[in-house]
């Protein structure tokens, strides 16, 4: 399984095993939630006990095996086994010898191990993040020069722009929005300006780049009453 943050340390993972016994801290990041075939075939309501139980067989094999290394949860729980479904943790904070760190990554259960601390290495500064994708939503009001009774259009749109966050995608799209209202006549000679009226929403794509073969570049959740042709069975594998 694959060591991660090491590059915060310019450290490879060859030397970061010849430190040996370095005292390491360390996320490790469980598969908890993976739905493996033996989840799909339970029933739904014995699934979240299934879950619970592995959990704690991983964790308890971890510190079986690796008794050299502090293991809690991220917020220093997880004194003894998890009960309750809210309690199931995706990743556990271990401390412990370098060495130990790098073998807990192929332990069973361990999907990742993030690196956050080694003593006497001084961690690198965070580089500054690349711009990614946004996508803002906007509401636009189409005016109408002295328009003042009926009803008035407007336009539901989506723009995309590359920022650093969701106030700075905001505030690039300032000048666009400015120039998106500039008047024309319409028709009957009349101006028209399509004005911002209101951000609706901000979608962070997460995305450095977009995928020409399909991005996702906007996603609102909503409800709708159940159908018969809604209805999903899955098969368990």
Known sequence: MPVTGLESFKLTEASFRRLGTA???????LRTYDLTPA?????????HNYLITRVNRWVGSLRRSFPELSVAGR?????GDVRRRSDL???LRASGPARMILAAAGA?????VHVVRIAGFRRLPSPIPPLSWYCVRALVAIRVER??????????????????????AKKRLRRKWRE???????????????S?????DIYDIDEAEIDADGAEVYSKLGRRRMRPSYVWRPKSR
């Open 23 to 29: 005292k390491t801290w360390a996320d490790i990041n």
């Open 39 to 47: 989840v799909r075939k339970l029933p739904p309501a014995e699934r």
């Open 75 to 79: 917020h220093g729980k997880l004194s």
């Open 89 to 91: 943790p995706s990743s």
């Open 108 to 112: 069973r259960g361990v999907r990742t």
């Open 147 to 168: 328009a003042t009774s009926g009803m008035q259009n407007t336009e539901d749109r989506f723009v995309l722009v590359r920022a650093a966050s969701f106030e700075d």
């Open 180 to 194: 998106y209202a500039t008047p024309y006549l319409n028709s009957d000679g009349q101006m028209v300006s399509w």
């Open 196 to 200: 911002l009226d209101k951000v609706i």
